[in-house]
Nanobody, 120 residues
């Protein structure tokens, strides 16, 4: 059994910052890519940022220069530092991890989602 637990969402004013965290636990052999998606009301889920085991990253154009993804492989945690937040960043943010399990197939696992609201 693998779990991803997110934290760090909340309400912030435009221009503010938030840091999301997502910790993986359970029957994990190794973790490949990790990342964050978001889903705003009435919109499709979109990739926000992704990071490989080796630290290579890619970002959605809408967040480049404002968001930074990082990970701690020893702790099995991925972070998303969000700066200069805009109202259009409001969404539920989901972390994911491509995991090789001790028992079972390699597959993506998802967190439960954390709400980020940017509003004055």
């Amino acid at each position: 059994q693998v779990q991803l637990v997110e934290s760090g969402g909340g309400l912030v004013q435009p221009g503010g910052s938030l840091r999301l965290s997502c910790a993986a636990s359970g029957s994990i052999f190794s973790i490949n890519d990790m990342g964050w998606y978001r889903e705003a009301p009435g919109k499709q889920r979109e990739l926000v940022a992704r990071i490989t085991f080796g630290g290579s990253t890619n970002y959605a154009d809408s967040v480049k220069g404002r968001f930074t993804i990082s990970r701690d492989n020893a702790k099995k945690v991925v972070y998303l530092q969000m700066n200069r937040l805009k109202p259009e960043d409001t969404a539920v943010y989901y972390c994911y991890a491509d995991i090789d399990q001790v028992v079972g197939p390699r597959r993506d696992h998802w967190g439960q989602g954390t709400q980020v609201t940017v509003s004055s």
